[in-house]
């Protein structure tokens, strides 16, 4: 079995626990896990200032270099949005629809949580966390493949949010981070329909096309 798949069987087995947890515990991991970067905060620059260095080295100038520097005021707003997701209504168990059949039988259509979710996108290190607090709200398993240029940024994001999740008695596996940033292992990703319930890739309209031709599971 292949490395990705392993990775991919772990995070689902994980998001089955996630799945179960209330309101309030959602909320209060989310909290945690805004905490744990607001801690994180001189690792993460460090982090950070490793990619930076790389894209420089790289000949990456303008935007693109900005959407990839971190400091102080954007990883407190990241942590912030944390905890602004928190503060959401949970979708889960929401009513959508409800109707009464002729027989008296009342049908109910309720959100539930997929299971797993593949995050696919470029050059943002903030998508790491967003992502994750998006998809843990929702009671969906994540799993998050950022691109080459903020390696460094996204892991040491998603370290400090394992953190915090381990600290709620989750397996962290519940937040998987991809490494390994070969084409042949996204590609092997988008087509596990087995345990992947839906692909989001998020970026250049060059990913997003990628992504579309080449998954196996749903994508949006």
Do not use: W
């Amino acid at each position: 079995m292949s490395e990705i798949k392993e990775q991919a069987l772990r995070c689902r087995e994980a998001a089955q626990a996630l799945a179960q947890l209330g309101t309030a515990a959602k909320d209060a991991l989310l909290r945690a896990m805004a905490q744990a970067l607001d801690d994180d905060a001189a690792a993460t620059l460090a982090a950070n200032a490793r990619d930076l260095e790389a894209a420089r080295a790289k000949g990456t100038t303008g935007a693109m270099l900005d959407r990839l520097t971190l400091d102080g005021k954007r990883l407190a707003g990241i942590a912030g949005a944390l905890r602004e997701v928190a503060a959401l209504p949970d979708p889960v168990g929401q009513i959508t629809r409800r109707e009464v059949r002729p027989n008296g039988i009342q049908v109910e259509r309720v959100r539930v949580p997929l299971g797993v979710i593949a995050m696919i996108y470029e050059a943002r290190p903030n998508v790491t966390a967003d992502a994750a607090a998006l998809c843990i709200k929702a009671g969906n398993g994540v799993i998050l493949r950022g691109g080459s240029e903020a390696i460094h940024s996204n892991t040491a994001i998603a370290s400090a949010l394992q953190r915090a999740i381990a600290g709620a008695g989750l397996d962290p596996a519940v937040l998987t981070l991809v490494t390994d940033l070969r084409r042949e292992t996204m590609l092997e990703l988008l087509q596990l329909t087995d345990i992947v319930d839906l692909a989001i890739p998020r970026g250049g309209e060059g990913l997003i096309r990628f992504v579309a031709e080449h998954a196996r599971v749903p994508v949006i």
